[in-house]
């Protein structure tokens, strides 16, 4: 027998057995080694659930990048979907890995980060001397500029990020570690060009800097004055954004102490980018002021492209244009959005804070039930919403979709990386663990039509596909800053303004959190707001005391003017 089987040149079935196993073995070894290294969990099994470690979207971003380094084509939906190393064990993708090390090939597009790459032949001969590098503007860089030129408004998607250091001010070490982080992100040195080229632009200069103001203080009184001061004449000043100057840093230095403003427009950063800028920004000061290496990793060329890519793929879909429509076509929640053709100016505001205790129970109900914390706060978003209204099925609204690709180190680029897209709740669960799964299943479903330009639905509903956003933010770079003893910081802040004329943000910054809700009262009033942010509170506490029983009905609250 043994020589029939290699007469036919066959392996002895036994032996290929035992080959699989062996291969699964290392290819589970290497999922559980990568999961532990992102996760900064040691003890983790087979059957352990991404989301029941503490995982979310960038994360996982991560764990995708390591795993192909080490020769596992991994995907966002075995990360998001299969969530277990067994179950991903499972996954065509991950059955189809080698196992032998090697990093895996075909993931993104060969050579799409190449300068000019992604523009038409003949645009390439337009660019002006000093460019190093034009792509298309992105769907939304192009709709948050065209809004911003309609209303005239400049305080819309104007985004600033603040802190104190505690310790003494050093201008130079400053002044060359902002200069370093400018050469290193290109979104630093980008402007637009909507009418230069055959398409909306942004292009990359090779040499431009922040604009940095220094000021000075006696005292922490003096200090709070000019700070005050400077953030309300910027935001009162149109920004060029034809000229690389979108981004601007102020300092007001005290005796002992200084604070720090980053000014951007939101057409080139995210939240999540601006947080980065704000961490890197640190580290390169605090290694220029002590003479050392900021040990910051290498960045990659291909993340821009590599959405670029994705966002026209997506927008020649008919699969996400048809899952899109479904999730939009429902009826209004709030107003008839139509007769409302101004952009809303979404300058009020009501906030409330999410102390460490609760915040930790979001963080048990998520990993109890193997979801992110985004969607037990979207589950309380969505149950607090349909109690404001009234309205017990078909609630639609905006979520923020994170649109970065799967291109390595894309969790480290720095750009405008979202989308805020429609998710449809046709009915309510009663019970919290239900909501909850919803809204997870929700976002993985819309996952692989992410990039889909918004704007098509508008044009292909006529109308704007919600009238309520969401948006949940838990900006862990945040905790490198631990690292940084010599320049310690404290008070951070952060102030923004989008297009939305009802938004809510659920943000989580350390141990603790903040729930800020924005809107246009010429659409809402604000007793009307204080309403829904009451509920919410009660939605939230009633998550976390019964995650897992019917929940509570909550006495219908009045969104009437």
Same mark, same amino acid.
Not at 81 to 90: D, E, F, G, K, N
Not at 115 to 133: H, K, Y
Not at 312 to 323: K, T, V, Y
């Given at each position: 027998m043994e020589e029939l089987r290699k007469e036919r040149g066959g392996t002895p079935p036994l032996v290929a057995r035992e080959s699989a196993a062996a291969g699964r073995d290392e290819v589970a070894d290497i999922l559980l080694g990568v999961l532990r290294e992102n996760l900064s969990v040691q003890e983790i099994g087979l059957d352990d659930k991404f989301y029941a470690l503490g995982g979310d979207s960038l994360i996982a971003l991560r764990v995708i990048n390591d795993a192909r380094a080490r020769g596992i084509?991994?995907?966002?939906?075995?990360?998001?979907?299969?969530?277990?190393?067994?179950?991903?064990?499972?996954?065509?993708?991950v059955a189809a890995a080698p196992a032998d090390g090697n990093p895996s090939e075909g993931h993104g597009p060969a050579?799409?980060?190449?300068?000019?790459?992604?523009?038409?032949?003949?645009?390439?001969?337009?660019?002006?001397?000093?460019?190093?590098?034009? #792509?298309?503007?992105?769907?939304?860089?192009?709709?948050?500029?065209? !809004?911003?030129?309609?209303?005239q408004d400049p305080l819309l998607y104007h985004s600033m990020d603040g802190w104190e250091v505690a310790a003494p001010f050093d201008e130079s070490s400053f002044r060359t570690a902002l200069d370093a982080l400018a050469r290193r992100h290109p979104a630093l040195r980008t402007a637009f060009d909507f009418g230069g080229l055959s398409v909306p632009a942004q292009l990359v200069w090779a040499d431009a800097r922040p604009g940095l103001s220094i000021e000075r203080a006696a005292d922490a009184d003096g200090g709070a004055a000019l700070l005050r001061a400077w953030c309300d004449q910027q935001l009162a000043a149109p920004i060029d954004w034809r000229s690389p100057s979108l981004v601007r840093c102020h300092?007001?230095?005290?005796?002992?102490?200084?604070?720090?403003?980053?000014? *951007?427009?939101?057409?080139?950063?995210?939240?999540?980018? #601006?947080? %980065?800028?704000? *961490?890197?920004?640190?580290?390169?000061?605090?290694?220029?002021?002590?003479?050392a290496d900021a040990g910051l990793p290498a960045l990659s060329p291909d993340v821009q492209?590599?959405?670029?890519?994705?966002?026209?793929?997506?927008?020649?879909?008919?699969?996400?244009?048809?899952?899109?429509?479904?999730?939009?076509?429902a009826p209004a929640l709030l107003f008839d959005a139509a007769k409302h053709r101004k952009t809303p100016d979404a300058d009020g505001r009501v906030e409330f804070a999410l102390?460490?205790? !609760? *915040?930790?129970?979001? +963080?048990?109900?998520? %990993?109890?039930?193997?979801?992110?914390?985004? +969607?037990?706060?979207?589950?309380?978003?969505?149950?607090?919403?349909?109690?404001?209204?009234? %309205?017990?099925?078909?609630?639609?609204?905006? #979520?923020?979709?994170?649109?970065?690709?799967?291109?390595?180190?894309?969790?480290?680029?720095?750009?405008?990386?979202?989308?805020?897209?429609?998710?449809?709740?046709?009915?309510? /669960?009663?019970?919290?663990?239900?909501?909850?799964?919803?809204?997870? /299943?929700?976002?993985?479903?819309?996952?692989?039509?992410?990039?889909?330009?918004?704007?098509?639905?508008?044009?292909?509903?006529?109308?704007?596909?919600?009238?309520?956003?969401?948006?949940?933010?838990?900006?862990?770079?945040?905790?490198e800053l631990d690292r940084l003893a010599s320049v310690p910081t404290r008070g951070w802040w952060r102030r923004?303004?989008?297009?939305?004329?009802?938004?809510?943000?659920?943000?989580?910054?350390?141990?603790?959190?903040?729930?800020?809700?924005?809107?246009?009262?010429?659409? #809402?009033?604000?007793?009307?707001?204080?309403?829904?942010?009451?509920?919410?509170?009660?939605?939230?506490?009633?998550?976390?005391?019964?995650?897992?029983?019917?929940?509570?009905?909550?006495?219908?609250?009045?969104?009437?003017?």
């Open positions: 084509p991994l995907t966002l939906r075995d990360v998001m979907v299969h969530q277990s190393v067994r179950a991903m064990l499972s996954s065509p993708s050579g799409s980060a190449a300068p000019f790459s992604l523009l038409a032949p003949e645009d390439r001969t337009r660019i002006p001397e000093g460019v190093q590098d034009a #792509l298309p503007a992105s769907a939304l860089q192009t709709g948050m500029l065209y !809004l911003c030129e309609t209303s300092v007001v230095a005290l005796p002992g102490s200084f604070h720090t403003v980053l000014a *951007v427009h939101h057409a080139i950063l995210d939240g999540w980018s #601006l947080s %980065r800028m704000a *961490v890197e920004l640190m580290t390169l000061y605090a290694a220029a002021r002590d003479g492209h590599d959405f670029l890519s994705a966002e026209r793929a997506a927008a020649d879909s008919p699969a996400a244009a048809a899952h899109w429509f479904r999730q939009a076509d102390d460490a205790a !609760l *915040v930790r129970s979001l +963080s048990g109900v998520a %990993r109890m039930l193997g979801v992110p914390v985004k +969607s037990v706060a979207l589950a309380a978003h969505v149950r607090a919403l349909g109690t404001w209204v009234r %309205r017990d099925h078909d609630i639609v609204t905006g #979520l923020v979709f994170n649109t970065r690709p799967p291109s390595a180190g894309s969790d480290l680029a720095t750009g405008l990386f979202l989308n805020t897209l429609p998710v449809r709740f046709a009915t309510v /669960d009663d019970t919290w663990a239900g909501l909850i799964r919803a809204a997870a /299943d929700a976002e993985s479903e819309g996952a692989p039509h992410q990039a889909y330009p918004q704007a098509q639905i508008v044009e292909r509903l006529g109308r704007p596909p919600f009238d309520v956003t969401f948006n949940f933010m838990h900006f862990h770079a945040y905790r923004g303004k989008p297009s939305f004329p009802f938004h809510v943000n659920v943000e989580i910054s350390g141990a603790e959190g903040q729930v800020r809700i924005g809107f246009d009262p010429a659409f #809402l009033a604000r007793t009307s707001v204080e309403a829904y942010a009451g509920t919410l509170r009660r939605a939230l506490a009633s998550l976390v005391a019964n995650p897992v029983s019917p929940a509570a009905p909550s006495t219908p609250e009045n969104r009437g003017k």
